[in-house]
């Protein structure tokens, strides 16, 4: 059964940057999609990033010029670089990855403080 752990998260000021980091359990260079989610408390889970096998990306209007989203094959991980980070984007922070089937990171905690 195919995994995907994420890591990286934790607690930043505003202004500052975290890498997340993905790792699969299973080869993603065949993956159809790999994309970050996060959800705030009292909040829905909404998409940040989303990179499809194409290459190409997508990307929540409020993160754009912010985060990036990209992956090493290699090292089966896709990662979310989040630069500027202001108090909106504390929230918990998960990995998505769809192969034949949809898998989901248990998620982790990116805190931003004023």
């Known amino acids: 059964q195919v995994q995907v752990v994420e890591s990286g998260g934790g607690s930043v000021q505003a202004g500052g940057s975290l890498r997340l980091s993905c790792t699969a359990s299973?080869?993603?260079?065949?993956?159809?999609?790999m994309s970050w989610y996060r959800q705030a408390p009292g909040k829905q889970r909404e998409l940040v990033a989303r990179l499809w096998n194409s290459g190409a990306i997508d990307l929540q209007d409020s993160v754009k010029g912010r985060f990036m989203i990209s992956r090493d094959n290699a090292k089966k991980m896709f990662y979310l670089q989040m630069n500027n980070l202001n108090t909106e984007d504390t929230a918990v922070y998960y990995c998505y990855g769809l192969w034949d089937r949809a898998v989901w990171g248990r998620g982790t905690q990116v805190t931003v403080s004023s």
């Open positions: 299973a080869d993603i260079s065949s993956i159809n999609i």
